[in-house]
């Protein structure tokens, strides 16, 4: 069993900037592949990023690429979420997730763990 706790979300203007942080507990951390995915109101859940267990494969949504970076430092247990450029249709609802396959998926049907979301809202 994993447990994943999101913090880091809030309100922004457009063009500002957030760092999301996903702490875990209860395996060990290295041998999960990490996700985050995000949730629009009246939207599907979509993928935005995903980082193997070593850290060295990550995958980014091309909505997001260039302005979004993922991360994850095993020390600690945590990944990360760096949103810069951030723009009106960014607003979500955003979760993490945790695969035990160490290789990344953009598939959210592939994560058996998922945090409680934290809401990120980016006013124009």
């Known amino acids: 069993q994993v447990q994943l706790v999101e913090s880091g979300g809030g309100l922004v203007q457009a063009g500002g900037s957030l760092r999301l942080s996903c702490a875990a507990s209860?395996?060990?951390?290295?041998?999960?592949?990490m996700g985050w995915f995000r949730q629009a109101p009246g939207k599907e859940r979509e993928f935005v990023a995903a980082i193997s267990g070593s850290g060295y494969a990550k995958e980014h949504a091309d909505s997001v690429k260039g302005r979004f970076t993922i991360s994850r430092d095993n020390a600690k247990n945590s990944a990360y979420l760096q949103m810069n450029s951030l723009k009106p249709e960014d607003t979500a609802v955003y979760y993490c997730?945790?695969?035990?396959?160490?290789?990344?998926?953009?598939?959210?049907?592939?994560?058996?763990?998922w945090g409680q979301g934290t809401q990120v809202t980016v006013s124009s």
């Open positions: 997730a945790a695969d035990a396959n160490i290789a990344l998926s953009n598939r959210a049907s592939r994560y058996e763990y």
């Open positions: 209860g395996r060990t951390f290295s041998n999960y592949a």
